[in-house]
């Protein structure tokens, strides 16, 4: 064992819940020592010096990891966007402003803290409005601003006139989308993110939402040099041809979703392909009306397609087994808030027949293999951050989901948040 540090904390007296081994265990001490756990089980004081350290009594809380959303926009309020941002040329010409970066900037500040706030002490940021959103994580990182842990693809690369301009770089051929994919690795970003298929937001006809879009040549070309740089590359896709692509492009992840096929699901599992269904996204179009919205009529007809589409999908994929699922709520766009991944993980036990505690297993251990940071997220175990959050002994979260919308208090790196 490690020699103890100075800024050594024991918490004791918690239960447990551990997404990885699917079990509660109770009467446990944990061992921080500065930012990650040193060590996790019962007893451990008894068996290290303890004598100079800070100990917390967690007093028989319920303890579980700092949830993960895998996928949001943090440049996104989740306000209903005006009108005016429709034109893809005036977003561009805005985005080019110093004022622009200021505000966008902003926002991404108070998301990423609002989501901390929530107990969401990771977030995977997919296509945002400014590259600005990699200085927030380094600032973040070393402690200058307060927000959750960013995980950023920077801006997500789509077939030129796609769906979702605001939030992408634009290309039209092999060569531009190497050009694009290295320029996002120089800027840091932690993944990649590709546009396999149109979307909802800005379609023009209907079933334009799930149509394919980037080519496979394409998609193999950016995935090779992503993977040579350690880097995973998740595809926005709406539909099952997308997903084809994908799955011959060397994708790692499939955002939203389609009706998959046995043959597609077979796939998906043999290759270790994630799917993220973000069915918070469909849930809040849903149970809004068009004005709330600010859908247009060939958007909402989209929207619902492609949202029984990706049921249906779910469905299939649960029951076929041996398929990784996450937990993304597409938090930042209109009518789904920032904070509020809870939402997903009710909805992936309700109407899909997950248990509470698989529910809660996509959003904590299934995001962190997504990203490809198990080894440091995703549970609380020895060489991981400290990333936790803590229910009193009446508000057990497995027994009622809704407790994760608001822990009793949250903890980052082994710091007191609230
Ligand atoms: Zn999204």
């Not at 007296?13 to 079990?23: A, L, Q, T």
């Not at 895998?70 to 977003?91: E, Q, R, T, Y």
């Not at 999908?313 to 699922?325: Q, T």
């Given at each position: 064992m490690e020699p103890l540090s100075s800024n050594t904390i024991l918490f004791y007296?918690?239960?447990?819940?551990?997404?990885?081994?699917?079990?509660i265990?109770?009467?446990?001490?944990?061992?921080?020592?500065g930012e990650k756990i040193q060590s996790i089980g019962k007893n451990i004081s008894k068996a290290t010096k303890t004598t100079n350290i800070i100990k917390i009594d967690l007093e028989n809380q319920w303890v579980l990891p700092g949830l993960i959303?895998?996928?949001?926009?943090?440049?996104?309020?989740?306000?209903?966007?005006?009108?005016?941002?429709?034109?893809?040329?005036?977003?561009?010409?805005?985005?080019k402003r110093k004022f622009f970066e200021k505000i966008i900037y902003n926002t991404m500040k108070k998301n990423a803290f609002s989501a901390l706030m929530s107990g969401t002490t990771t977030v995977r940021t997919l296509g945002d409005a400014h590259l600005c959103v990699l200085k927030l994580r380094d600032k973040i990182n070393s402690g200058i601003e307060i927000g959750a842990r960013i995980f950023s693809g920077g801006k997500a690369?789509?077939?030129?006139?796609?769906?979702?301009?605001?939030?992408?770089?634009?290309?039209?051929?092999?060569?531009?989308?190497?050009?694009?994919?290295?320029?996002?690795?120089?800027?840091?970003?932690?993944c990649l993110?590709?546009?396999?298929?149109?979307?909802?937001?800005?379609?023009?006809?209907?079933?334009?939402?799930?149509?394919?879009?980037?080519?496979?040549?394409?998609?193999?070309?950016?995935?090779?040099?992503?993977?040579?740089?350690?880097?995973?590359?998740?595809?926005?896709?709406?539909?099952?041809?997308?997903?084809?692509?994908?799955?011959?492009?060397?994708?790692?992840?499939?955002?939203?979703?389609?009706?998959?096929?046995e043959g597609l699901l077979d796939k998906l599992e043999e290759l270790k392909i994630a799917i993220i269904p973000t069915l918070a996204a469909g849930f809040a179009y849903g149970g809004h009306s068009r004005k709330e919205t600010g859908l247009s009529e060939i958007e909402l007809i989209n929207e619902k397609r492609i949202s029984k589409n990706i049921e249906v999908?779910?469905?299939?994929?649960?029951?076929?087994?041996?398929?990784?699922?996450g937990a993304g709520d597409d938090a930042g766009i209109p009518l789904v808030l920032h904070g509020k991944i809870?939402?997903?993980?009710?909805?992936?036990?309700?109407?899909?027949?997950?248990?509470?505690?698989?529910?809660i297993r996509c959003a904590t251990i299934n995001n962190a293999k997504i990203m490809g940071r198990e080894d440091k997220l995703g549970s609380?175990?020895?060489?991981?951050?400290?990333?936790?959050?803590?229910?009193?002994?009446?508000?057990?979260?497995?027994?009622?989901?809704?407790?994760?919308?608001?822990?009793?208090?949250?903890?980052k790196a082994g710091k007191y948040i609230r």
């Open positions: 007296n918690f239960n447990y819940i551990d997404p990885v081994s699917c079990s265990h109770s009467d446990m001490e944990m061992l921080v020592s959303d895998v996928h949001c926009h943090l440049s996104g309020s989740g306000k209903k966007l005006p009108k005016f941002l429709d034109s893809d040329k005036l977003v561009r010409f805005i985005q690369i789509a077939l030129k006139g796609c769906h979702g301009a605001a939030l992408c770089l634009d290309i039209t051929n092999i060569e531009e989308g190497l050009e694009i994919a290295q320029f996002l690795i120089n800027q840091g970003v932690d993110k590709v546009m396999a298929t149109g979307g909802v937001t800005g379609a023009k006809a209907i079933d334009e939402a799930g149509r394919p879009e980037l080519s496979i040549e394409v998609m193999k070309a950016i995935c090779d040099l992503a993977h040579q740089h350690g880097l995973k590359v998740t595809a926005h896709c709406e539909g099952t041809e997308g997903a084809w692509r994908c799955v011959q492009s060397g994708i790692d992840s499939l955002e939203h979703g389609a009706d998959y096929d999908g779910l469905k299939r994929a649960i029951s076929h087994g041996g398929i990784l699922i809870a939402q997903e993980i009710k909805m992936l036990k309700k109407e899909f027949g997950l248990t509470s505690m698989e529910s609380l175990d020895p060489g991981k951050y400290a990333d936790f959050i803590t229910f009193n002994p009446e508000r057990n979260p497995l027994e009622k989901l809704e407790f994760l919308f608001n822990p009793d208090s949250v903890y």
